[in-house]
């Protein structure tokens, strides 16, 4: 069974960059038709799709956070991170990673890390 | 732009059924997934590929499709249901990804 963390800092100043890592244990992120994802969810909100990573390297972000958004991964430690750049108050959320599995017409999220609270502010 | 709407809130007695919809043009084409999530937890997967449920996943959970509505639907609801439930399916473009609104299940 394949399980996730996230991990990093908790807090994030404004105009700043936000970085996260999800450590990936019970399968490997290079293997597999996955695709390994970031997304967030603001208190009391609902949840927001960042983008993912392929089992290849390609990427895909929300078009409304491409700008800002660096998605990228690391085979030797099993691990894909999320970099989002200039943070204000409305990127703190919690933030979650999950892998996706697809079918031709059809896409879900199977598996997901606890989560992890970032919090904007100086 | 491409969206998937929810009711916000639902309510079902105890041991009744419920269902719960997921509006949306792309999901005539595409599949929507369905995710359960309860206070301070991470979401989890209920549905997937149109109807089915991954292990551990009770079998009151079943899904349907018609048209541009995915639903949800708990049969013989129980309490331990009440949580937030949240589809998720493709745009229009087929690469990018959408949740819904999410809907707040209340059993009474």
């Known amino acids: 069974q394949v399980q996730l963390q996230e991990s990093g800092p908790g807090l994030a100043k404004p105009s700043q960059t936000l970085s996260l890592t999800c450590t990936v244990s019970?399968?490997?992120?290079?293997?597999?038709?996955?695709?390994w994802s970031w997304i967030r969810q603001p208190a009391g909100k609902g949840l927001e799709w960042i983008g993912y990573?392929?089992?290849?390297?390609?990427?895909n972000y929300n078009p409304f956070l491409k700008s800002r958004v660096t998605i990228s991964a690391d085979k030797s430690k099993n691990q894909f991170s999320l970099k989002l750049s200039s943070v204000t108050a409305a990127d703190t959320a919690v933030y979650y990673c999950?892998?996706?599995?697809?079918?031709?017409?059809?896409?879900?999220?199977?598996?997901w890390g606890q989560g992890t609270l970032v919090t904007v502010s100086s | 732009s491409s969206e998937l709407t929810q009711d916000p809130a639902v309510s079902v007695a105890l041991g009744q059924t419920v269902r719960i919809t997921c509006r949306g043009d792309?999901?005539?084409?595409?599949?929507a997934s369905w995710y359960r999530q309860k206070p301070g937890q991470a979401p989890v997967l209920v549905i997937y590929?149109?109807?089915n449920r991954p292990s551990g996943i009770p079998d009151r959970f079943s899904a349907s499709s018609s048209g541009n509505t995915a639903s949800l639907t708990l049969t013989g609801t129980q309490a331990e249901d009440e949580a937030d439930y949240y589809c998720?399916?493709?745009?229009?473009?087929?690469?990018?990804?959408?949740f819904g609104g999410g809907t707040k299940l209340t059993v009474l």
């Open positions: 590929d149109r109807n």
């Open positions: 792309d999901l005539r084409t595409y599949d």
């Open positions: 999950a892998r996706r599995a697809t079918g031709y017409y059809s896409s879900y999220f199977d598996s």
């Open positions: 990573i392929s089992y290849s390297g390609k990427t």
């Open positions: 019970g399968g490997y992120i290079s293997s597999g038709s996955y695709y």
């Open positions: 998720n399916s493709r745009d229009s473009t087929g690469n990018h990804l959408l």
